[in-house]
């Protein structure tokens, strides 16, 4: 499935994953493969870019001169639930789609490069290059090609074929063809690592407008399965420890960002309903690069909005270890993140009434809302408390950003904001002063 890729640097560490590089050159002249599947493997490759749900988008060079050529697509690193961090072979099975998504550079009525790979060219390129210590596993994504059933069945024979026949156990993720047969959704499951959906819009009329083949109750009835099948087979594994893992590593999803006009309220609610409803392990953010022209659609020039896309990853790491709510996040009347401060500064600076909050008195789930405390920082606060009374000083040893927090709490009794605690008054002096111009003397 298709989305807009966009990521900006500085993102979180669990946001960022890094795109490293085929090189065609080297590759050819280790015969790795043949030039058919060399070209193809550039068109697959390519398309499967736009896809954020494992990796990021990376950066073309040029260098004639020596070496270091690089395409922005191929190879991505992602981070494994255990924290390690693995490389990807990411590619598309085939950009062929029956589908017309207005959004997306595979939609059947453009007039691009297409190419499909065979299940077997597939489980061959990746043990290929697996073998020579390229990659650790493999993220395989597709178009509709035929239908959902003929995709999704292919997608299980490049799984069967790795798993089964290369006893290949890395990392697999693969993307599930929405409207596929749920017995298709269940064997590629018990293959693969992780699955994904994507919903692409937040809501119902978003998706009758850009991708009118699609809709949420058929996004949704394959999320569904995954997460009542996980949660059976966890529970079954308690008591017989040989039944096999039916997607280990969980399920995730992604939405593009800036394609249509719906609000930062309403993505945020979507997917504070996923991480309830479907349990995912991860909602992923895709800032719209524009690759076609439409009504509905904003026109070619437009940048992608990557500092919105940021915002809203920022929001989601409040709602899945802040315990923050959707609407305390955006609500009716500021429904679109401040773009000039992180969402939880937003909230904070909203509600001035909270604070400031006694650092030796209050509750794990009060400091977890001061700016500049973290999940960390607060536990070490809660630990050291047990311990005696923590002075300002310490604060900084725990991790805590002072330039932030000093707005918002009190150490011992005192105060050490320098200005009263005001919303106008704080807000003014923790907005960034704009760096100046240098002149030229010239
Ligand atoms: S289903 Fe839609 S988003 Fe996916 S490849 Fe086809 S046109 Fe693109």
Known sequence: MWDSHAKKKGATRLYRTYVCFIHYPVLELIGVMSMGTLEKLAVLADGAKYDVSCASSGVN??????????KSFGICHTWSADGRCVSLLKILLTNYCIYNCNYCVNRNQNDIPRASFTPREVADLTIQFYRRNYIEGLFLSSGIERSPNHTMERIYQVLD?????????????????????PALVNKTGLLADRMSINIEQPTEQSLKLLAPQKTLPVLFAPMNQIHH??????????????????????????????????SDLSIIKATETLYNRFQLKRVYYSAYVPVNEGPNLPALSTSPPL???????????????????????????????????DPKISWALRNMQLFPLEINQASYEELLRIPGVGVTSAQRIIRQRRLGNISYNHLKKMGVVLKRAKYFITCQGCYYGGIPAESALVRQALTPVAKPVQLCLF
């Open 61 to 70: 060079k040029h260098n004639r001169d020596g070496i270091g050529n690089s």
């Open 161 to 181: 074929i790795l798993r089964h026949e290369y006893h290949f156990y890395g990392y697999i993720h693969v993307k599930v063809i929405p409207g596929a047969d």
């Open 229 to 262: 099948q996980m949660t059976q087979n966890a529970s079954e594994r308690k008591i017989f420890r040989h039944v096999q893992k039916f997607v280990p590593a969980g399920q995730s999803t992604q939405m593009i960002v800036g394609a249509s006009k719906d």
């Open 307 to 341: 500092l919105r896309e940021h915002r809203l990853y920022q929001a989601d790491w409040l709602l899945r270890f802040y315990s923050f709510k959707a609407d305390e996040i955006v609500n009716e009347q500021s429904p679109f993140l401040d773009t000039d401060f």
